[in-house]
């Protein structure tokens, strides 16, 4: 049994700094019940696929420790809830932007907002609908097409 990285997101409405920072995201209710709505959902907080095929990543925080060390997930930065906010990983800190579907699809200052082809290419190439890359703190990311298909359909459910 592997456990989750615990890291803190604030922005999380409601949540002060100290009580998100606290409450690590292996402590939602939904992690912890090991049940998922569905395989997107599943990957997304766990990083983990219900088939079993592997989900691997390059990049990501310099300072993260290897790949094989320890398990991230979509929601270790962006949030249980997809809404981003202030990241604390091995005690540096940065920031991961909202990735909701109404969000991504919306207006962006330097880029054309992001559709189903572009957001899987910020996944799995880390390259933005403008061509430009994104920070080395979102990890590169591999996985079959299935389960990023799976994924792209959670992350249009999340508001
Ligand atoms: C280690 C932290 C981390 C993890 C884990 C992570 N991301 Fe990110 N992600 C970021 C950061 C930081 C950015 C902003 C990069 C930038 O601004 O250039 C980002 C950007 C993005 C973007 C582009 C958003 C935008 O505003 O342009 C998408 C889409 C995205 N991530 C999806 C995901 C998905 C899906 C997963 C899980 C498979 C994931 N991320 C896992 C840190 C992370």
Request: glycine letters at 12%; a negative charge.
């Given at each position: 049994?592997?456990?989750?990285?615990?890291?803190?997101?604030?922005?999380?409405?409601?949540?002060?700094?100290?009580?998100?920072?606290?409450?690590?995201?292996?402590?939602?209710?939904?992690?912890?019940?090991?049940?998922?709505?569905?395989?997107?959902?599943?990957?997304?907080?766990?990083?983990?696929?219900?088939?079993?095929?592997?989900?691997t990543?390059?990049?990501?925080?310099?300072?993260?420790?290897?790949?094989?060390?320890?398990r991230?997930?979509?929601?270790?930065?962006?949030?249980?809830?997809?809404?981003?906010?202030?990241?604390?990983l091995?005690?540096?800190?940065?920031?991961?932007?909202?990735?909701?579907?109404?969000?991504?699809?919306?207006?962006?200052?330097?880029?054309?907002?992001?559709?189903?082809?572009?957001?899987?290419?910020?996944?799995?190439?880390?390259?933005?609908?403008?061509?430009?890359?994104?920070?080395?703190?979102?990890?590169?990311?591999?996985?079959?097409?299935?389960?990023?298909?799976?994924?792209?359909?959670y992350l249009?459910?999340?508001k």
């Amino acid at each position: 049994m592997w456990a989750l990285l615990a890291a803190g997101v604030t922005g999380a409405a409601g949540c002060g700094a100290s009580s998100s920072q606290r409450m690590g995201f292996a402590a939602d209710p939904v992690i912890s019940s090991g049940t998922y709505r569905s395989n997107g959902q599943q990957i997304f907080l766990t990083g983990t696929s219900a088939s079993g095929s592997p989900i691997t990543y390059q990049g990501g925080p310099s300072w993260m420790p290897a790949p094989m060390m320890m398990r991230i997930a979509c929601a270790t930065c962006h949030g249980t809830d997809g809404h981003g906010g202030q990241v604390f990983l091995f005690a540096q800190s940065f920031v991961a932007p909202d990735i909701t579907w109404p969000v991504l699809t919306g207006p962006y200052t330097d880029h054309p907002p992001y559709t189903v082809a572009t957001v899987e290419q910020a996944i799995t190439h880390g390259i933005d609908p403008g061509g430009n890359p994104l920070d080395p703190e979102m990890p590169r990311w591999s996985m079959s097409a299935s389960d990023l298909n799976d994924l792209v359909a959670y992350l249009q459910t999340l508001k």
